[in-house]
């Protein structure tokens, strides 16, 4: 799907699953002509249409059938329909154009994935953990009993709840009374690692925040983009074996309920928004007029409309006002905290300090990573549709530079730590229960900031 060979850079392999491969045959040649294109091998002579051509051209083993649709879709600028691919493909396989392999399937990055834990416990709030493991769920009883046994706040409650998936699947996650993890101390660590050791820890708690997702040709590993410290060391952390990661992680299988024709339009917005993100020359005001089917420009826009950036401003405080209650049963936690200052600063910034907040580079590549890395592991799956859950995550880049261009006083070091946090605490709250919506109540909120962006009216 991704055609940067500089941008996705394979790891290893994993043997959890396997994907179906097409490649043109060992002794196969096709030739391109300015109107019908010809495959020759040993036992074939055949007359391909440009269509035919196109996708036998994208079957080189490395790319799924999948992926083949979305390369055809980048070069057509159109969504091709995957459905129509695997009906080619399976007629050159059984004219012997074709053969599929069956193997692993590759672990690929965007880059070198780095994090450093700084033990914050945030991750440790106001958010579902699993789901749990088989060998954590075979001695969650030994662990609860071990920890029950000097802590005791423990005692007497269950440490697992449990919910099911559309499908009926029976899910188990840890138990967060009162929106902290039962196993979170007065020290905010980790009462199983301090007591039991990190090995008895939840698979999910060991990899946080990173995460392995099973995808159509591929399995990607990131961080995930709402952790509160990961921008202080995504690009010079301890870097994580990728192929040990995918091995232990759980998989996380996405899009897989959606119709077919939206998974091939969002295969095509995923891989024509990331391959922007690798040009450097494509800003992310401009990357945000492009997610929202504007025309592209280069040099690129810069600045963002007085009406889109009033309707928008307006859109977060009223949002703010929906969610004081969340936010207030939230005040006892440090994400909760994190919150109030976010949501505070949103409900005093004017329009002009949102469309003229002076961002700082380092700001705009954490940006441009944390975004990639979003869309990457496909956690605009949770959105109506990958474009607009594109944009939100955009929207959290200027909302965090907002929170910290306003802010009176700091360091450069202090500044990006103020972004840094403001864009998680926006990512964790939009990827959360109530909040997309109370952003967007109403379908056409959305739609009339599309139109303002479109009208370029700055």
């Known amino acids: 799907m991704l055609s940067g060979q500089d941008f996705v850079i394979s790891k290893g392999m994993i043997m959890a699953s396997k994907g179906r491969f097409p490649r043109m045959v060992d002794d196969g040649n096709l030739e391109k002509g300015t109107v019908n294109a010809e495959f020759t091998s040993s036992s074939n002579h055949l007359r391909l249409s440009p269509g035919a051509a196109a996708i036998l051209s994208f079957c080189d083993g490395h790319r799924c059938v999948e992926e083949v649709a979305a390369c055809l879709s980048l070069d057509s600028g159109l969504p091709c329909a995957t459905a129509a691919v695997e009906a080619v493909v399976g007629d050159f396989v059984r004219l012997g154009v074709v053969q599929v392999d069956e193997r692993a399937k590759e672990v690929v990055s965007l880059g070198p994935v780095r994090h450093d834990c700084t033990g914050c416990g945030c991750s440790c709030e106001s958010q579902l953990v699993g789901p749990l493991d088989d060998p954590f769920m075979a001695e969650v009883v030994a662990v609860h009993q071990a920890v029950a046994a000097e802590v005791e706040s423990v005692r007497g409650v269950q440490p697992v709840v449990q919910g099911r998936t559309r499908q009926g699947e029976v899910l188990r996650f840890l138990h967060f009374p009162n929106k902290q993890c039962l196993f979170l101390n007065a020290e905010r660590l980790c009462a199983i690692h301090a007591i039991c050791g990190a090995e008895a820890k939840p698979e999910a708690c060991r990899r946080f925040p990173f995460v392995a997702v099973e995808v159509e040709g591929a399995i990607r590993v990131g961080v995930r983009p709402t952790c ?34 939206d998974l091939d339009e969002g295969r095509y917005h995923e891989a024509r928004i990331l391959q922007w993100l690798q040009d450097e020359r494509v800003g992310l005001v401009e990357l945000l007029y492009r997610s929202a089917g504007c025309s592209a420009r280069l040099p690129g826009r810069t600045q963002l409309p007085q009406g889109f950036c009033h309707t928008f401003l307006g859109l977060l405080q009223k949002m703010v006002d929906r969610l004081v209650p969340w936010v207030t ?16 600063a949103l409900a005093e910034v004017s329009v002009e300090a949102c469309q003229n907040a002076p961002g700082q580079p380092t700001w705009d590549a954490f940006g441009r990573h944390t975004i990639a890395s979003a869309i990457f592991l496909r956690e605009t799956s949770r959105f109506p549709s990958m474009p607009i859950g594109a944009m939100v995550f955009l929207f959290g880049h200027f909302v965090a530079t907002w929170y910290a261009a306003t802010r009176p006083g700091l360091s450069e070091d202090a500044a990006f730590d103020a972004y840094g946090t403001a864009l998680a605490a926006w990512n964790r709250m939009m990827t959360q229960g109530p909040c997309f919506t109370a952003l967007f109540p109403e379908t056409e909120d959305f739609g009339l900031l599309t139109r303002l962006l479109e009208s370029g009216d700055l």
């Open 228 to 261: 509160y410290t990961a921008h202080r060391s995504y690009r010079d952390g301890s870097e994580a074996d990728l192929s040990e990661l995918a091995s232990t992680a759980i998989l996380r299988p996405v899009l897989r309920d959606r119709d077919p024709e």
């Open 329 to 344: 049963s939230l005040a006892h936690t440090l994400h909760g905290q994190h919150l109030q200052r976010l949501h505070q």
